[in-house]
């Protein structure tokens, strides 16, 4: 067999096991990271500081929200959305549903309309953000 052939199926397994080595190194990071947040989080909250700066970095804590279909009643949440006219909607990913539901919030005078009332699941997840 040709020795190039042989010599760059090396180099390409070397690169996979590699990868494969860095992607587990990433999830360990973003574990420990999760960790770290929740722990900060944890603590500017239970000594009431919303941000503070450090070495000419501005922590604060941001709460962002999520919205989603309530998975018992996507169907009709589909149905609904689409009789209103949103079925565009549906090729496109949870962020854009997110920032969709948003908007119609903010025109109800910030209360998610009836017609969405139990289709849609609303969370909040707290993160730190990071400003140099």
Request: proline share 2%.
């Amino acid at each position: 067999m040709n020795e190039t052939i042989l010599e760059i199926a090396d180099k390409y397994l070397e690169k996979r096991e590699k990868k494969s080595e860095l992607e587990t190194q990433i999830k360990d990071v973003n574990k420990e990271l999760e960790s770290l947040e929740q722990e900060l989080i944890g603590l500017m909250t239970d000594n009431e500081i919303d941000s503070f700066k450090r070495n000419g970095i501005l922590y604060s804590v941001v709460t962002r929200e999520f919205q989603s279909a309530n998975p018992e009643r996507k169907e009709e949440l589909y149905l609904q959305m689409k009789q209103k006219g949103f079925e565009h909607l549906f090729t496109i990913n949870t962020n854009t549903l997110s920032a969709t539901v948003k908007e119609l919030i903010a025109e109800n005078d910030g209360k998610l309309p009836d017609w969405l009332e139990g289709l849609i699941n609303q969370t909040e997840k707290q993160s730190i953000r990071i400003k140099k």
